[in-house]
């Protein structure tokens, strides 16, 4: 298990991520009807009757009505796609089950409680194979049908979803995917001040601490000209990301500056300005996105020093370059 693995199952290791993951990411009305104040995390391991061990993610459980729903979380941050996930998941429950008969869970109920098993995905490359285990059985005759096992899945794939895809207002799975995703540091940024005023109060000083854990581990991979191991809360991660944002802009104008000023011996002062500006820039968008399109080479000749400044401003803080120049 890597750093990232650790880090992830800390955070959904608080009640509060688990009832956002719910909240916002599992479809259906009926999520509406969960007591949401009831979940309760289970033992996350289990040992199946030939006394193997098994390790699950994490299994929390919550009240529907006079009942409970169990949520199996599989945190799978592998390089590659386990297109057998639909087994692996139907052993898992089937090992949950066993615990409970063993331990009486289900009380004076001859049934079995439902299980809800969710997969969130991380990895790079987009989820791709079956979530349904009847995909992955050979064609039979119609006669066996009825006797196969059936399991599937909700899959939660991190880098699918769109920003407007995300859940709207304070959740706090959204903000983590939001991080994990984040083009630029001024995406960064948005993000840690919206975490910063969600987790303010005392009773999530552990959530709060773990997200700064998760950043501590994750964040290289996000910006590596921030010194992320060496922070200590989120205000301050947010704070060096403001530092670093208003200085990199301070740098670029000087640059611009010092190029126009020597530029504008021969040209004029203003149109040397500009014309150091201009050429900054045009490093900086080919240094942040590996070319400029030649309609927006052209643009950018003709461009006056305030379009310059303002253009100049978003480098760092868009996803394409075609949000600089809309």
């Given at each position: 298990m890597d750093n990232h693995d650790t880090s992830y199952r800390l955070l959904f290791a608080h009640a509060e991520m688990v009832r956002e993951l719910l909240k916002g990411f599992?479809?259906?009305?009926?999520?509406?009807?969960?007591?949401?104040?009831?979940?309760?995390?289970?033992?996350?391991?289990?040992v199946s009757d030939d006394l193997r061990s098994r390790h699950s993610d994490?299994?929390?459980?919550?009240?529907?009505?006079?009942?409970?729903?169990?949520?199996?979380?599989?945190?799978?941050?592998?390089?590659?796609?386990?297109?057998f996930m639909p087994v692996r998941v139907l052993s898992y429950i089937g090992l949950l089950y066993?615990?409970?008969?063993?331990?009486?869970?289900?009380?004076?109920?001859?049934?079995?409680?439902?299980?809800?098993?969710?997969?969130?995905?991380n990895g790079k490359p987009r989820?791709?194979?079956?979530?349904?285990?009847?995909?992955?059985?050979?064609?039979?005759?119609?006669?066996?049908?009825?006797?196969?096992?059936?399991?599937?899945f909700l899959?939660?794939?991190?880098?699918?979803?769109?920003?407007?895809?995300?859940?709207?207002?304070?959740?706090?799975?959204?903000?983590?995917?939001?991080?994990?995703?984040?083009?630029?540091?001024?995406?960064?940024?948005?993000v840690l001040a919206l975490l910063v005023d969600w987790l303010k109060t005392p009773e999530l000083a552990d959530l709060r601490r773990h997200f700064v854990e998760w950043l501590r581990r994750r964040g290289p991979s996000l910006d590596p000209q921030t010194y992320w191991r060496e922070i200590n809360?989120?205000?301050?991660?947010?704070?060096?990301?403001?530092?670093?944002?208003?200085?990199?802009?301070a740098q670029f104008r000087q640059e611009g500056l010092q190029e126009g000023l020597e530029q504008g011996l021969e040209q004029g002062v203003e149109q040397g300005v500009a014309q150091g500006v201009r050429t900054v820039l045009h490093r900086q968008l080919l240094r942040r996105f590996g070319s400029v399109p030649e309609p927006l080479a052209q643009r950018l000749a003709e461009a006056t020093l305030p379009q310059l400044?303002?253009?100049?401003?978003?480098?760092?803080e868009v996803e394409t370059i075609d949000d600089i120049f809309h």
């Open positions: 599992v479809p259906g009305d009926w999520v509406r009807e969960l007591d949401l104040d009831s979940l309760e995390k289970m033992n996350g391991s289990y994490a299994v929390w459980r919550v009240r529907w009505g006079p009942r409970w729903v169990y949520v199996y979380l599989l945190l799978e941050f592998q390089s590659t796609v386990d297109r066993q615990d409970l008969i063993k331990r009486r869970e289900p009380g004076n109920s001859p049934l079995l409680p439902p299980v809800l098993p969710i997969v969130l995905y989820w791709r194979a079956s979530v349904d285990l009847a995909d992955l059985i050979q064609p039979m005759p119609q006669a066996l049908h009825e006797f196969q096992p059936r399991q599937r899959l939660l794939d991190e880098g699918r979803y769109q920003a407007h895809e995300l859940p709207a207002g304070r959740n706090l799975v959204a903000a983590l995917f939001r991080l994990e995703h984040s083009a630029t540091p001024e995406a960064l940024r948005q809360d989120l205000q301050e991660a947010n704070t060096m990301l403001e530092d670093r944002i208003r200085e990199w802009k400044e303002a253009w100049a401003d978003l480098v760092y």
